[in-house]
T-cell receptor, first 115, second 117 residues
Framework: AQKVTQAQTEISVVEKEDVTLDCVYETRDTTYYLFWYKQPPSGELVFLIRRNSFDEQNEISGRYSWNFQKSTSSFNFTITASQVVDSAVYFCALSEEGTGNQFYFGTGTSLTVIP | GAGVSQSPSNKVTEKGKDVELRCDPISGHTALYWYRQSLGQGLEFLIYFQGNSAPDKSGLPSDRFSAERTGGSVSTLTIQRTQQEDSAVYLC???????????????FGDGTRLSIL
């Protein structure tokens, strides 16, 4: 079974629109960590954020915000007022205390922001 | 400081040849990971190193794939008798290991784009 599901394969939005990228995870561990990465067309994956399972406080960083809800096993990512530079593939990932240092990545969501 | 360095950045080779991909992690990062990313696909986990040992080799697709790490630093991924389905971008990542479990983010290199003719 897929531990991290990103159901949205591709999303297109017009510049300045808000967009939410969904991430649903599956784990039996009580201690785990969730991550978001951005992969721009240039190819290199860039780390965006990490949350641990004990901290459900939502986080905002500029135009980026993350909504972590344990009740629905989701860790969604919202970009406000999207810009063309936000066009990239975004990956959600999970790591669990119980499985050593293995990381599980979702299949990614390709976001295209149209000018 | 320097990030994760991978070489070569591109490799084109004929089917049946052996290839060796290199990863130089961030200094001080004990954990090292290899992934494969096919065109338009997500990341496929291959192998993970903790220091020089590989606790998890479960992702290696076949016995044609092997990896080693020496001195707790540089790692090489070797693919023997390459097949066309091996064509992909091979990504390396490293992270610190702390007492807090797998909590540290991975830092990725630019990848090696491997094309098998």
């Amino acid at each position: 079974a897929q531990k991290v599901t990103q159901a949205q394969t591709e999303i297109s939005v017009v510049e300045k629109e808000d967009v939410t990228l969904d991430c649903v995870y599956e784990t039996r561990d009580t201690t785990y960590y969730l991550f978001w990465y951005k992969q721009p067309p240039s190819g290199e994956l860039v780390f965006l954020i990490r949350r641990n399972s004990f901290d459900e406080q939502n986080e905002i960083s500029g135009r980026y915000s993350w909504n972590f809800q344990k009740s629905t096993s989701s860790f969604n990512f919202t970009i406000t007022a999207s810009q063309v530079v936000d066009s990239a593939v975004y990956f959600c990932a999970l790591s669990e205390e119980g499985t050593g240092n293995q990381f599980y990545f979702g299949t990614g969501t390709s976001l295209t922001v149209i000018p | 400081g320097a990030g994760v360095s991978q070489s070569p950045s591109n490799k084109v080779t004929e089917k049946g040849k052996d290839v060796e991909l290199r990863c130089d992690p961030i200094s001080g990062h004990t954990a090292l990971y290899w992934y494969r990313q096919s065109l338009g696909q997500g990341l496929e986990f291959l192998i993970y190193f903790q220091g020089n040992s590989a606790p998890d080799k479960s992702g290696l697709p076949s016995d044609r794939f092997s990896a080693e790490r020496t001195g707790g630093s540089v790692s090489t991924l070797t693919i023997q008798r390459t097949q066309q389905e091996d064509s992909a971008v091979y990504l390396c990542a490293s992270s610190r290991l702390t007492g807090a479990g797998p909590s540290q983010p991975q830092h990725f290199g630019d990848g090696t784009r491997l094309s098998i003719l």
